[in-house]
């Protein structure tokens, strides 16, 4: 969460991306335990979103129960795979951007 919150804070275009694709869509919600007071209240309020989770998750629900054993599902999830693409890609740049600081203070 520290490297995904430096990347926020620095504005990288990864986070921009990934806030994005997150707010133009509707399948999955943002899930994760949050700080109980914000810890970087000047921060605008899409980024303060991501900055007050202690740990982050996307989640889609569906009440959809026929989905689960149709022919549709497969393209269901690659559709919902897809939407998630820059999210995944911010997740794995802040990834890399952890192992990187352990490399160099290690």
């Known amino acids: ?5 430096r990347l926020i804070l620095d ?3 990864g986070f921009r991306l990934a806030d994005k694709a997150y707010r133009h869509q509707n ?3 943002m ?3 949050c700080y109980k007071r914000s810890k970087y209240p000047d921060a605008d309020e899409n980024q303060q979103e991501w900055l007050n989770k ?3 998750f996307f989640n889609c629900t569906s ?3 026929g989905l689960l054993f149709s022919d549709e599902l497969a393209g ?3 559709e919902g795979f897809c939407l ?7 997740l794995c740049e802040a990834e890399t951007q952890r192992d990187l600081a352990g490399v160099i203070h290690g």
């Open 11 to 13: 504005d990288s275009v």
């Open 76 to 78: 269901t999830l690659q």
């Open 54 to 56: 202690k740990s982050i």
């Open 84 to 90: 998630l693409a820059p999210i995944y890609e911010f």
């Open 1 to 5: 969460m520290q490297a995904i919150r």
């Open 27 to 29: 399948a999955f919600a």
């Open 63 to 65: 009440g959809d129960e």
């Open 31 to 33: 899930e994760g335990e």
